[in-house]
């Protein structure tokens, strides 16, 4: 027993190492969205035409991950990232600049539902929690790593925008191919089912798959996530992609400086999902939208003050970034990843994964149209307003759904350690 348990132990850190580097390399891909580009207006279009096919990337992610297997879908999902990067590197054509990260942001899309859907099958329900927090600092310091190296390669080559020649986008390329060539290789034996026969599936197992989509919609749990995480994600990806023009623009920094102080966000922002794990694991167990209402008017309370940590000087300001940080990045793979494995059997586990974070790239995408006209009609100084009414109305369906909790039945999810018909 005891050789047994070590060699499914070895396999899950295999697991677990593989796909945090992965995800890792999948934000590579995804931060160089403002490499080289030129007015606000220009990038918010990109962003915006980006995070729309990043929501059917997810879609279709999802249902190829439960349909084919997620690491199949993860390896797919990187190399059409990775094709569509590489062509950038000589793209000087606006059309064709926009359809590359069209493609791209459709690859990007697989990559979500198909690794958690791969966690949600080595790991069971009482110990994903923690697991998906440590998980989760993939995309956050691997987006913050991505940035620095961009910002880096622009800074001080002087090659992101000459001659037709974008290096920014060919590193980024070449680290996603290195995450997806060790993800492939460590994941290359991976074993279909534990040691000897797997217990047959429950009668009602059968049934998951013939109107999945139909499932999912009808499931209360799902459909509060998604419209929670519709404001959640908006938030998140404005902050991610805006807040040096916020500094440079209300605050007064220079570009280097405000660079340099909008990566707190990311910075403090693994933290989030850390303590998240453990509060869940030791204090909450299946209590999430408590958590989540309670983290997000947190979020409210930081974003209303935010003026005043602002105009105490650069302490300040650092604290309210990092607070800022902590509590999305928290929030999100709470409600994102733990809530939705845990709402769904693992058969279902890359669909309501996709379409919950679909439902919330859609909030992505409208995100940088909103803010361009937001700030053009107030300014940036309302900024964090803005923030502060979509954190209430995010905390306030998380209360909602709070209530009606304890009325929530939720079967224990299989594991890959219980079940050996679920495809990896």
């Given at each position: 027993?005891?050789?047994?348990?070590?060699?499914w132990?070895?396999?899950r850190?295999?697991?677990?190492?593989?796909?945090?580097?992965?995800?890792?390399?999948?934000?590579?891909?995804?931060?160089?969205?403002?490499?080289?580009?030129?007015?606000?207006?220009?990038?918010?279009?990109?962003?915006?035409?980006?995070?729309?096919?990043?929501?059917?990337?997810?879609?279709?992610?999802?249902?190829?991950?439960?349909?084919?297997?997620a690491?199949?879908?993860?390896?797919?999902?990187?190399?059409?990232?990775?094709?569509?990067?590489?062509?950038?590197?000589?793209?000087?054509?606006?059309?064709?600049?926009?359809l590359?990260?069209?493609g791209?942001?459709?690859?990007?899309?697989?990559?979500?539902?198909?690794?958690?859907?791969?966690?949600?099958?080595?790991?069971?329900?009482?110990?994903?929690?923690?697991?998906?927090?440590?998980?989760?600092?993939?995309?956050?310091?691997?987006?913050?790593?991505?940035?620095?190296?961009?910002?880096?390669?622009?800074?001080?080559?002087?090659?992101?925008?000459?001659?037709g020649?974008?290096?920014?986008?060919?590193?980024?390329s070449?680290?996603?191919?290195?995450?997806?060539?060790?993800?492939?290789?460590?994941?290359?034996?991976?074993?279909?089912?534990?040691?000897?026969?797997?217990?047959?599936?429950?009668?009602?197992?059968?049934?998951?798959?013939?109107?999945?989509?139909?499932q999912?919609?009808?499931?209360?749990?799902?459909?509060?996530?998604?419209?929670?995480?519709?404001?959640?994600?908006?938030?998140?990806?404005?902050?991610?992609?805006?807040?040096?023009?916020?500094?440079?623009?209300?605050?007064?920094?220079?570009?280097?400086?405000?660079?340099?102080?909008?990566?707190?966000?990311?910075?403090?922002?693994?933290?989030?999902?850390?303590?998240?794990?453990?509060?869940?694991?030791?204090?909450?167990?299946?209590?999430?939208?408590?958590?989540?209402?309670?983290?997000?008017?947190?979020?409210?309370?930081?974003?209303?003050?935010?003026?005043?940590?602002?105009?105490?000087?650069?302490?300040?300001?650092?604290?309210?970034?990092?607070?800022?940080?902590?509590?999305?990045?928290?929030?999100?793979?709470?409600?994102?990843?733990?809530?939705?494995?845990?709402?769904?059997?693992h058969?279902?586990?890359?669909?309501?994964?996709?379409?919950?974070?679909?439902?919330?790239?859609?909030?992505?995408?409208?995100?940088?149209?909103?803010i361009?006209?937001?700030?053009?009609?107030?300014?940036?100084?309302?900024?964090?307003?803005?923030?502060?009414?979509?954190?209430?109305?995010?905390?306030?369906?998380?209360?909602?759904?709070?209530?009606?909790?304890?009325?929530?039945?939720?079967?224990?999810?299989?594991?890959?350690?219980?079940?050996?018909?679920?495809?990896?």
């Open positions: 027993m005891n050789i047994e348990k070590a060699f132990a070895r396999w850190g295999r697991v677990f190492i593989a796909a945090w580097t992965l995800y890792a390399g999948f934000y590579a891909c995804r931060k160089d969205m403002g490499t080289g580009k030129g007015a606000i207006s220009s990038l918010a279009v990109s962003l915006a035409c980006f995070g729309g096919m990043y929501a059917v990337g997810q879609l279709v992610g999802g249902s190829l991950a439960d349909r084919i297997g690491r199949r879908t993860a390896l797919m999902g990187a190399g059409i990232s990775i094709a569509c990067t590489i062509l950038l590197v000589w793209c000087d054509q606006p059309v064709l600049v926009l590359l990260q069209l791209n942001g459709f690859g990007q899309g697989f990559g979500w539902p198909a690794l958690l859907k791969l966690l949600g099958g080595w790991f069971r329900a009482g110990e994903r929690d923690v697991v998906l927090g440590w998980w989760s600092t993939s995309y956050i310091l691997g987006g913050l790593l991505a940035s620095a190296l961009t910002e880096w390669l622009v800074l001080n080559t002087g090659m992101a925008t000459h001659s020649f974008h290096p920014a986008y060919l590193i980024s070449a680290v996603l191919l290195c995450s997806a060539c060790f993800f492939l290789k460590e994941t290359a034996r991976l074993p279909v089912a534990p040691l000897g026969v797997a217990p047959a599936p429950q009668p009602s197992e059968a049934v998951v798959q013939d109107r999945p989509w139909r999912l919609l009808a499931n209360p749990r799902i459909r509060l996530i998604a419209a929670m995480y519709f404001f959640l994600k908006m938030t998140r990806y404005t902050l991610l992609f805006w807040l040096p023009n916020y500094l440079i623009s209300d605050l007064g920094y220079r570009t280097v400086s405000a660079e340099h102080m909008a990566s707190y966000f990311e910075l403090f922002g693994f933290l989030g999902p850390l303590a998240v794990g453990y509060a869940v694991q030791r204090h909450f167990g299946r209590r999430r939208m408590t958590l989540g209402a309670c983290m997000l008017f947190a979020l409210a309370f930081i974003c209303l003050i935010h003026p005043m940590l602002a105009g105490s000087g650069g302490a300040g300001l650092v604290l309210s970034i990092a607070l800022t940080g902590i509590l999305i990045h928290g929030a999100d793979i709470l409600m994102s990843g733990m809530a939705v494995l845990d709402a769904v059997p058969e279902l586990h890359g669909r309501a994964s996709g379409l919950v974070n679909a439902i919330g790239s859609i909030g992505q995408a409208l995100s940088p149209l909103l361009t006209v937001y700030v053009s009609h107030l300014g940036w100084t309302k900024l964090f307003d803005l923030f502060v009414f979509f954190a209430l109305v995010a905390g306030t369906i998380c209360v909602f759904g709070a209530r009606k909790e304890t009325q929530f039945t939720s079967r224990p999810n299989r594991s890959i350690l219980e079940t050996a018909s679920s495809p990896l």
